[in-house]
């Protein structure tokens, strides 16, 4: 089954938020895809978790302000809580939904290697009696 891209509705709905500008909430979905499929290609169907909180990041604070004063009123931000950008959690999920990112092992040797010698062992290529392997001669 293809990833389909969440809606406007559905980033509203995980904001929180009564109303929502569609057109720049599909925006940022669209680019949140984008930058998702720089990661994993194609999406993974789980991958809408990852891109309504990377276009969640982007909706509700676009320009990464940190620290903002209206009047009495102070807020402030972690570093890094707005814009659009993916996280090193945001790619490791990415990898994990696809399967990817997990311990593994390769194996260099070929299917048709052969396991016997490549050099013919005879008594008369080492010294002393009788051979004994391990002892470097």
Known sequence: MAFTPPTAE????YLGLAEIQGDRADLLIAQAVAL???????????????????AGRAYVNP?????????????????GSGGLYLTKADKAA?????????????????????????WPVTDDLYPGEPYEPGWGY
């Open 10 to 13: 559905q980033l509203a709905l």
């Open 36 to 54: 998702a499929e720089s990661v994993v290609k194609p999406l993974p169907d789980q991958a809408t978790a990852v891109v309504l909180s990377v």
């Open 63 to 79: 320009q990464q302000v940190t620290y903002e004063t209206i009047g009495p009123q102070s807020v402030q931000r972690p570093a």
């Open 94 to 118: 990415l990898k994990s939904l696809a399967g990817r990112g997990g311990a593994f092992t390769v194996d260099p040797t070929p299917a048709t290697a052969d396991p016997s010698p490549t």
